[in-house]
C-alpha cells in the first residue's frame, strides 16, 4: 500500500556515548590508583546506576558531564556501601558490580534493582562466582535468581570458565573478579561477547590474553589509570540507520560511531537487507575503531539472522525486528533467546506489538519471524518500560501514515536520553508533515498528542493550575521558564558582563541545552546533565528577564517546548502559548480573574497572610499596569475558552479544565 506522505531524512545523528564503554570508564577508573579523565560519557539513568554506586564504594566521581576527572585510589581502598546499590533497571551495572563485589574480601552489599531488573537472571554470574569462593544469597522468593541479592566478597580461588552464554556481562564480572582477588581467570564462550573490557584493560597495563572464544587473565595484575573518550554508541545509532533506510528521500550522517567488530552486526545486517551505508572517518581511539555512517533509503529485503552474529547485534534486534516488518518478504531471526531476559521478554513484546500494529509476526523460542509489507500500522506499543522498545516503534512511528503511540517514552533515558529530540530533528519535524507523535499510556489519542495551552494574564494562577492539570491527567507540564533559565545560566559563564549581552552570543549556547521527558515534566538538560538546582540560583534568577526579552531567545525556547509538544502529551503555560506557541493545540484555556482577586492571591502566596485593602489596592494598581504592557502579547487565542476564575477556587478551575481535556481526547480518538 502506498504511504501517504513521503518521509525525508537529513542531517548529522552523534548518538550519546556507548553504554558498555562508559560502565566500565567508570569501573576501571575505579580500580587505579590514580586519576582518570573521561570524555564523553553516556549520561544515562544506567551509567547513572554504576556512578552512585561507585561512589557508595569510596571513589570520587563527580556528577557525569561530558568532561570530568574520577579520582581512584586502587582495588584495595573500595570499601562496602553503607546502603544497597540501587541497581535501577541496568543489567551491566549489576552484573559488573556483583563480580567486583565477589572478589573483595571482608566487603558486601545488598543490590537492589526496579521490577523488570528484579526479574533478570543472576545465576549466571553468581553461580561461576560461587564456585571461585564467593557468597552470594537471592533474597527473593525460593528458587528465585534475581535481584534483591546480597554480595559477600571474599579471596577468590583461579577459575577456568566455561560459559553456556556469549555475555560479556558474564566474561567481564569474572575477569572483575579475578581482579579483584589478583587470581588467574580464564573465561571460555560460545561466541564471542563484545570485547570492551579486554580492549580496555591492555590500555590500562593489564596482562590479557585474548582469542577469539576466550580470554585469560593472569593472577596479580594491576590496573593503572588510562583516559577515555567514549565513542558514540552504536546500538542508539542503529535507530537512526534503520530510520535512513526507511525513509523515502534524503541522508542521515551519523558521526563517531564506535565500529568496533564485536558491536556492528546490525550494520552488516543492514547491509545484506538492501542499505547502503558508506563507512569514513575511521580511526583508532582509545583501541575503539570510530567512524562515521553514511545511511541512504533503499528498498530493503527480508533476512535471516542466527549464529555467531546474533551477540554482535544483540540489543539491536528489536529495531531489525521492527525494521523487518516494513521489508519485502520473511525475516528469521534465531539463537537469539537471550531476548527473553532483557529489560523485557523482547521476543514477546516484540511479537506482541508487532502483531498489534498488523504486522504478521510469530514467536518461536529462540527468536522470530516476521513478514514484511507497506500496510500502514496503527496502535498501541506496551514497551513493558524496555527503552529499546521504546526506541524500535518510536521509529515505525517516525513514518508517515502510521499511527503509533507508545505507552512509555520516557523509558529511552535507560541509553538514550534526547532520543525523541534527535528522532524529531532528523525527520524535520513540522516540515514533512511527518508526525513523531507518542503519547503516555493514559493519552488514548493514536498518533496525534494532546496539547493543552492555558494562558492568561500576570497572576491568574497558570503555572500552578497547569501544573495541577497535567498531573491529574498524567501528561506532562512544559515549564517554558525552565528554558529560559537554562539557556540564562550558560550565559552567566561565557557572555561576560549581562549589560552587554546580546542574543547572538547568548544563543551561540543553545547547541549544549536538550531535555528528556521524566513521569512529570518536560526537563531541560544541560549537556545532557539535569541542573535543575543550579538553575534556580540567585544570579540566573536576576538576569532572566533580560533574555526572556530577546526575541530570538524567545522564537529558541518556542522550538523547544514544540519539539516537546510533538513528543508526548503536554499541558504548557504561559502569555501566547495557544497563540503562538501552539496555535493548532487542540485544547485552548485563558484564566482571567478580576485584578482586585488577582493582587489578593499573589499577596497572600508571598506575605503568606490575609493582606490589608491598602495592600491590595497597591498590588492591583501595579498589575493593572502591567497587564496594559502586556496586552498584545497576553491576548486570547480566538479559539480559546476563557475560564473566569474570580469566585472560583483552584480545584474547581481544575476540575474543570480536566473535563474539557478529557472530552477534548474523547473527539481525537472518534474523529467526527
Ligand atoms: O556488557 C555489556 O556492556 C552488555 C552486554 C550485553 O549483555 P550480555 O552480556 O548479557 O549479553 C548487552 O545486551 C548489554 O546491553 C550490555
Ligand atoms: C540489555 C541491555 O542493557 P543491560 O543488560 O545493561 O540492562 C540493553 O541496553 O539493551
Not at 539472522?305 to 551477540?311: Q, T, V
Not at 482586585?596 to 501595579?622: G, N, S
Amino acid at each position: 500500500m502506498k504511504r501517504r506522505a513521503p518521509l525525508h531524512v537529513a542531517g548529522t545523528i552523534r548518538a550519546p556515548g556507548d553504554k558498555s564503554i562508559s560502565h566500565r570508564a567508570l569501573i576501571f577508573a575505579a580500580l587505579a590508583d590514580g586519576e582518570t579523565r573521561v570524555r564523553d560519557i553516556l549520561a544515562s539513568a544506567d551509567v547513572h546506576a554504576t556512578a552512585s554506586a561507585l561512589r557508595a564504594m569510596g571513589v570520587s566521581i563527580p556528577e557525569l558531564s561530558t568532561d570530568f576527572v574520577v579520582r581512584g585510589h586502587g582495588i584495595a581502598a573500595l570499601t562496602s556501601p553503607a546502603r544497597a546499590f540501587d541497581c535501577a533497571n541496568s543489567g551491566t551495572t549489576t552484573r559488573l558490580l556483583c563480580g567486583l563485589l565477589a572478589g573483595l574480601p571482608g566487603r558486601s552489599a545488598r543490590f537492589e534493582g526496579d521490577a523488570s531488573l528484579s526479574r533478570r537472571p543472576m545465576r549466571r554470574v553468581a553461580s561461576p562466582l560461587a564456585s571461585m569462593g564467593a557468597h552470594i544469597d537471592f533474597e527473593g522468593a525460593p528458587g528465585h535468581d534475581g535481584l534483591p541479592m546480597r554480595v559477600h566478597g571474599a579471596q577468590l580461588r583461579g577459575t577456568n570458565y566455561v560459559s553456556a552464554h556469549a555475555s560479556a556481562q558474564v566474561k567481564g564480572a569474572l575477569l572483575l573478579a579475578g581482579l579483584a582477588s589478583g587470581v588467574e581467570v580464564v573465561v571460555e564462550e560460545p561466541y564471542r561477547s563484545r570485547d570492551h573490557s579486554e580492549r580496555m584493560l591492555l590500555a590500562r597495563g593489564v596482562a590479557l590474553e585474548v582469542s577469539e572464544r576466550s580470554v585469560r587473565l593472569p593472577a596479580a595484575q594491576q590496573v593503572t589509570a588510562a583516559d577515555v573518550v567514549v565513542p558514540s554508541d552504536p546500538s542508539s545509532a542503529t535507530f537512526f540507520a534503520a530510520l535512513a533506510a526507511l525513509a523515502d528521500s534524503g541522508e542521515l550522517r551519523l558521526e563517531n560511531v564506535c565500529l568496533n567488530p564485536t558491536r556492528t552486526g546490525a550494520f552488516d545486517v543492514l547491509q545484506r537487507m538492501g542499505v547502503s551505508l558508506d563507512v569514513s572517518e575511521q580511526r583508532l581511539v582509545g583501541g575503539e575503531l570510530i567512524g562515521t555512517i553514511v545511511v541512504r533509503p533503499e528498498a530493503l529485503n527480508g533476512t535471516t539472522i542466527e549464529g555467531a552474529e546474533i551477540p554482535r547485534c544483540i540489543d539491536e534486534l528489536p529495531m531489525l525486528a521492527c525494521l523487518a516488518s516494513q521489508a519485502a518478504g520473511e525475516t528469521r531471526i534465531a539463537d537469539a533467546a537471550e531476548l527473553r531476559v532483557k529489560e523485557s521478554d523482547r521476543i514477546r513484546a516484540v511479537v506482541d506489538n508487532l502483531r498489534t500494529l498488523g504486522v504478521d509476526a510469530e514467536e518461536l523460542p529462540d527468536g522470530m519471524r516476521i513478514i514484511g509489507s507497506r500496510t500502514p500500522l496503527r496502535g498501541h506499543v506496551i514497551t513493558h518500560g524496555d527503552h529499546r522498545l521504546a526506541m524500535a516503534f518510536g521509529v515505525l512511528g517516525a513514518i508517515p501514515g502510521n499511527q503509533i503511540t507508545i505507552d512509555d517514552p520516557a523509558c529511552v533515558d535507560v541509553s538514550y536520553p534526547r532520543f525523541w529530540q534527535d528522532l524529531a530533528a532528523a525527520v524535520g519535524q513540522g516540515d514533512a508533515g511527518v508526525d513523531v507523535r507518542q503519547t503516555t499510556a493514559s493519552g488514548a489519542a493514536v498518533g496525534t498528542p494532546l496539547t493543552i495551552a492555558i494562558d492568561g494574564p500576570a497572576a491568574s494562577g497558570k503555572s500552578s493550575t497547569a501544573q495541577w492539570v497535567a498531573q491529574k491527567l498524567g501528561v506532562r507540564h512544559v515549564d517554558s521558564g525552565a528554558f529560559y533559565r537554562a539557556i540564562t545560566y550558560l550565559a552567566l559563564s561565557t557572555c561576560g558582563d549581562p549589560e552587554s549581552w546580546v542574543a547572538d552570543d547568548v544563543l551561540a549556547n543553545a547547541p549544549r541545552i536538550s531535555w528528556r521527558l521524566t513521569e512529570r515534566s518536560v526537563l531541560p538538560l544541560i549537556d545532557d546533565i539535569d541542573q535543575d538546582t543550579a538553575l534556580r540560583d540567585a544570579p540566573v534568577t536576576r538576569q532572566v528577564s533580560r533574555v526572556a526579552q530577546m526575541l530570538a531567545v524567545r522564537e529558541w525556547v518556542n522550538q523547544m517546548v514544540r519539539s516537546a509538544g510533538a513528543a508526548v502529551d503536554v499541558v504548557v503555560d504561559g502569555r501566547d502559548i495557544g497563540t503562538t506557541v501552539f496555535p493548532d493545540a487542540q485544547l485552548k484555556v485563558f484564566l482571567v480573574a478580576d485584578s482586585w482577586e488577582r493582587a489578593r492571591r499573589r499577596l497572600v502566596q508571598r506575605l503568606r497572610r490575609r493582606p490589608t485593602d491598602a495592600e491590595i489596592a497597591e498590588e492591583t494598581e501595579e498589575l493593572v499596569a502591567r497587564d496594559a504592557k502586556d496586552a498584545t502579547q497576553s491576548a486570547p487565542a480566538r479559539d480559546a475558552i476563557t475560564i473566569d476564575t474570580t469566585t472560583v477556587t483552584q480545584e474547581e478551575q481544575v476540575e474543570r479544565i480536566v473535563a474539557l481535556a478529557r472530552a477534548t481526547r474523547e473527539r481525537m480518538v472518534r474523529p467526527t
